[in-house]
């Protein structure tokens, strides 16, 4: 694994904005950075990266079906009483899942070290299956990458043909919140995927799901919604005013209810429990279970609910070290080992391993200045060359 520095491709943002990536620079700061692609031989992704991404998430299945029939495991990882049973029913009615993307701290070398489960929401897929791609194909065609460079990405082709399969009610309706640009782009690509499925879609933003007075969701031509794809995550769908109408709403879900434990990071420690001392976990525990010997240790403090970095402080000797506010400080925590991401001289990395179903199927790269990858962390192509 290197960091390669290579040219830009002068005309990529006129053909960002042609291709519908709008958030390509947040807030004057790159996103989508190719100035420089992370090389892997064919071994490393093969055998360090999707080799374990399955492993893991048959770990993970195995911890929903044991979870949901385990109250005090639901209780752990805070799920509302409320949902149990509609969670429980999700699962063992098989409810078919989508997609989801594991975060992995990995420099090459064997064992990469999972740091969670973006199982629910999962952003960058844009970047990720499509334009990443382009940039690999483009970058040969002008002489800028050796011709038999090749890239770890089947992403688009695998969400196409689940979507065939899963088969769900329509119109699938798409949904996110209003004023997010980032999320807007990631469901209309999501859309299109649909689409190349031969399904029936349709887009309204999740403030404009309304509730018909027989408990009905509708949008905001107060039709049902008979299937709804949300980018936006299933705890905040539980805390919503309408969520208590959402076990009765005859409303089919993408992703479904199940994915709300695995999006949570209790499984963290969950999963530690299970299979202590695998080579690709990280020890971890539910704050306030962690032995007194190590309380002084290298951890990382994490939410059971959050995204993009926001509310982690990473402690040494005691003492915080790094941290990153926002809006998930109200649940519990879960301490993590810490691991620091590779270190490719400034830039500190994260791989990103995609699962659509049930296979690892592609991968992105995430770096930061900093030790926590946060919404504004560059977006890095990658490529396979042996």
């Avoid at 740091?115 to 499509?130: C, I, K, M, Q, R």
Wanted: proline share 6%; glycine share 6%; charged share 25%.
């Amino acid at each position: 694994m290197q960091r390669v520095k290579i040219q830009e491709r002068d005309d990529w943002k006129k053909l960002a904005q042609q291709l519908g990536f709008k958030f390509h620079t947040i807030d004057g700061d790159p996103y989508w950075d190719e100035s420089a692609y992370y090389r892997f031989t064919l071994a490393q992704v093969e055998n360090d990266i999707e080799d374990p991404s399955a492993e893991i998430h048959a770990m993970c299945l195995d911890l929903v079906a044991r979870a949901v029939s385990d109250e005090v495991l639901l209780e752990r990882l805070r799920i509302p009483p409320l949902y149990w049973d509609y969670i429980r029913n999700s699962w063992l009615s098989g409810e078919k899942q989508l997609y989801g993307r594991m975060d992995f701290s990995y420099n090459g070398q064997a064992p990469a070290k999972f740091y969670e489960y973006n199982a629910d929401t999962p952003t960058s897929l844009y970047e990720s299956a499509f334009f990443q791609w382009v940039w690999l194909e483009q970058c040969i065609e002008r002489g800028l990458l050796p011709a038999q460079s090749d890239q770890f990405n089947s992403i688009q082709e695998h969400l196409v043909a689940a979507l065939a399969e899963i088969n769900p009610p329509t119109p699938l309706y798409f949904s996110c919140c209003k004023d997010t640009e980032e999320d807007r782009g990631t469901v209309q690509y999501m859309e299109d995927c649909a689409v190349q499925a031969g399904l029936k879609t349709k887009f309204v933003y999740v403030e404009d799901i309304g509730i018909s007075p027989d408990g009905q969701f509708t949008d905001n031509d107060n039709y049902t919604i008979p299937a709804l794809f949300k980018l936006y995550p299933w705890e905040f769908m539980m805390a919503e005013e309408f969520g208590p109408h959402i076990p009765n709403s005859q409303t089919w879900f993408l992703e479904p209810s199940w994915k709300a434990l695995l999006s949570n990071k209790g499984i963290l420690p969950l999963l530690w429990e299970l299979y202590p001392n695998h080579p690709n976990l990280l020890e971890a525990y539910f704050e306030g279970e962690v032995p007194q010997r190590d309380v002084k240790s290298g951890w990382v403090r994490k939410p059971l609910f959050s995204r993009e970095g926001s509310n982690i402080s990473v402690m040494i000797d005691g003492n915080v070290c790094e941290k990153v506010d926002g809006p998930y400080d109200d649940g519990g925590y879960i301490l993590q080992r810490y691991s620091p991401p590779a270190t490719f001289g400034d830039h500190h990395t994260i791989v990103g391993s995609w699962m659509v179903a049930d296979r690892a199927v592609g991968m992105s790269i995430r770096e930061d200045d900093s030790i926590i990858t946060k919404d504004s962390s560059r977006f890095i192509p990658h490529i396979i060359l042996d």
